[in-house]
């Protein structure tokens, strides 16, 4: 049985390739000793997309010779991710990529050579994250954290506790994400106020300044404290050292699949158990992907960077890093996965491929993006709009073999619809040629999310909802409604501006979207019926 260590993809390098696997073709120990002794490049958040997508670029430049040092991974909070998966098989990730055809591509990814617990407990893994920082060699960190990762504030806008306890504390003490880098930062700033760049590849919007207010929010909170010397914030802010730049990340790596595992294991790679952590993170020495990947990053580096543009990442200016998450997070992608969740969930569906099957939730997908969102569609020139939405389509939401949910998609659904359908209803209002009232699909998919709400599905089942910061008010709204019913709150919803980011009501989609829901709400089977019947008029 094969297991995932140096010793074995070394020693056994024929049966690994016997079992399909690409294995690593570089020096990994001259790799991590260049690494060791100038460091170029950390990365905090440990995860899937990092290790199956992230991590592969970078491998891409080692092998062609671009690049001579490895990324050091780091996690200040999920630590069984480092003593569980990645010490165990030598900081080694064995890559499945899921081909529509059910055709798995496998590979090791060898380019990480360090596994740091950023953690002031863990006096010698911090120690060698101080000695990181304060090497003039470092290039940039960058993070998928997610993005409470960056939030400093509950959802009252006052301070966490965490966050207000390093601000008193100081920079030697952190514990919230964002203070350890602050922290670090200012370690760097000691130094020798050394130039280096920080990268969000996070799946947020306007991710480099989230990052960048929430680093300098803490920098001058210790300012203000006298804890940290006055020109820390002018170091942060000044441009030509310190850079936080935008980007854009998209490709699917969903939690571990069990089929993957077992189909691993009857091609006799073991020691591939799912491991469950104790905050809830589902993770293995695999990392099961979609073959689709975009990187699109703000080319504003300050001590140099890796040469990824060679891996098929793209680099370019800060507007088109913006329309790009525009075209994707408003048109191309993300409204198509908010409907199919909210109607997938309410239709008894445990995959997005099978809802693919599905001709009407497909036609309220294609209507969305083609129909409705094609025409105002943000064009960023170095991605098609149409091409992109095909692959959406046609490619990755059919593809059967990721394992991606309705109900993981509908996580947090009231912070997304404002982006996801309220951009393309405001250029609907703006355009002269079009008008809001002449929407179908996204009122059906804002209609289904209100819908949604009541917990109950289109069989009149209760089911349980994805968690979301408003769902005790959404739901205080719809106390009490029950199938049959004609008369609700729910138009205390949909007039919420902040929700939908426009006064739907006002510019003619209030009323509409109110009349989907009571048709969806008559009865079991009506809001199938109610799609069935707009979507065919």
Wanted: glycine share 6%; charged share 25%.
């Amino acid at each position: 049985m094969l297991l995932l260590t140096r010793e074995s993809i070394q020693s056994c390098a024929e049966a690994w390739k016997d079992a399909d696997v690409e294995l690593p073709q570089f020096d990994y120990e001259q790799v991590a000793e260049n690494t060791r002794v100038r460091p170029e490049w950390i990365h905090f958040g440990a995860g899937n997309i990092f290790r199956g997508f992230i991590a592969n670029a970078h491998q891409k430049l080692l092998e062609l010779g671009k690049a001579d040092t490895g990324i050091i991974a780091a996690t200040s909070s999920d630590y069984e991710l480092i003593d569980k998966i990645y010490k165990p098989h030598d900081h080694l990730t064995l890559l499945v990529l899921m081909n529509a055809s059910g055709e798995l591509t496998k590979k090791v990814i060898s380019s990480i050579t360090e596994a740091i617990m950023a953690n002031k407990n863990r006096a010698q893994d911090y120690c060698r994250l101080v000695e990181i920082f304060e090497n003039p060699s470092l290039q940039m960190a960058s993070f998928t954290i997610t993005e409470k990762g960056y939030t400093l504030t509950d959802s009252n806008g006052m301070y966490l506790d965490i966050v207000k306890n390093d601000m008193e504390q100081g920079p030697e003490q952190p514990s919230h994400s964002m203070s350890v880098i602050a922290s670090l930062a200012y370690r760097r700033y000691l130094k020798g106020q050394y130039p280096m760049t920080f990268v969000s590849m996070d799946n947020c919007s306007h991710n480099g300044d989230m990052l960048k207010n929430s680093v300098i929010t803490i920098a001058k909170a210790w300012a203000a404290k006298g804890v940290v010397e006055e020109g820390f914030v002018a170091y942060l802010e000044d441009e030509s050292r310190i850079t936080f730049p935008l980007s854009m990340i998209d490709k699917i790596t969903p939690r571990p699949s069990e089929e993957v595992r077992n189909a691993l294991q009857e091609q006799g790679i073991g020691g591939m158990d799912i491991l469950i952590t104790s905050r809830n993170a589902h993770t293995a020495p695999f990392v099961n992907a979609e073959v689709s990947e975009y990187l699109v990053i703000e080319d504003k580096f300050t001590n140099g960077r890796p040469l990824l543009e060679e891996a098929g990442i793209i680099f370019t200016d800060r507007e088109t890093v913006n329309r790009v998450e525009t075209m994707k997070v408003t048109t191309c992608l993300n409204p198509l996965h908010t409907a199919l969740a909210v109607t997938g969930c309410l239709l008894g569906y445990k995959q997005i491929s099978d809802e693919m099957q599905d001709q009407t939730l497909r036609t309220l997908a294609e209507w969305i993006g083609y129909k409705e969102g094609l025409p105002v569609v943000v064009d960023p020139i170095i991605l098609r709009p149409q091409q992109f939405l095909d692959e959406v389509l046609q490619e990755r939401f059919a593809n059967p073999f990721i394992p991606d949910t309705p109900q993981r998609i509908a996580t947090d659904t009231s912070q997304k619809v404002g982006i996801r359908y309220g951009e393309t209803i405001k250029s609907y209002v703006q355009r002269e040629d079009l008008h809001p009232a002449e929407l179908t699909a996204i009122p059906l998919a804002i209609a289904a999310w209100c819908r949604y709400l009541i917990g109950v599905d289109d069989e009149g089942n209760s089911f349980e909802r994805s968690p979301d910061p408003l769902i005790e008010s959404l739901q205080a709204h719809l106390q009490g409604v029950t199938l049959g019913d004609s008369t609700s709150n729910v138009h205390r919803i949909l007039d919420n501006e902040k929700i939908f980011g426009v006064p739907l009501y006002e510019i003619g989609l209030g009323s509409k979207i109110e009349s989907y829901f009571y048709e969806m709400l008559k009865g079991p089977g009506a809001v199938r019926r109610t799609l069935e019947k707009h979507l065919n008029e």
